[in-house]
């Protein structure tokens, strides 16, 4: 990576380190809840969700079906936040926090 200090390789490697991890735990929940929705997998599951802005109510789901969601969720979660790093002019990182998009 050109016009990186090396001093920020480490952070930067964290954080997508961190990026990574909770993205393939998602994938991971995706492809288990297929295969239980594959499976056939039954059960009297409900979810229901209620906040100022947002409500939903989820009835006589597969287990399956949470696990999907549960990752659906997380993925979005990982992509949609986002991270400014700002690098001082002799190099040193000056600013690595969260941002959203």
């Not at 016009?3 to 961190?18: E, H, K, N, W």
């Not at 056939?40 to 599951?45: E, I, L, M, N, S």
């Amino acid at each position: 990576m050109e016009g990186v200090p090396t001093s920020a390789y480490f952070p930067i490697g964290v954080y997508f380190l961190f990026k990574s991890l909770p993205a393939g735990g998602a994938i991971l929940s995706l492809y288990l809840g297929y295969r239980l929705f594959i499976l056939g997998v039954t059960g009297q599951a409900s979810l229901s969700v209620n906040s100022a802005s947002v409500s939903g109510q989820l009835l006589n789901a597969a287990p399956g079906l949470f696990f999907a969601v549960g990752g659906i969720v997380v993925l979005v979660f990982v992509v949609w936040k986002g991270v400014m790093i700002t690098f001082s002019p002799d190099g040193a990182i000056m600013n690595l926090e969260d941002k959203r998009h």
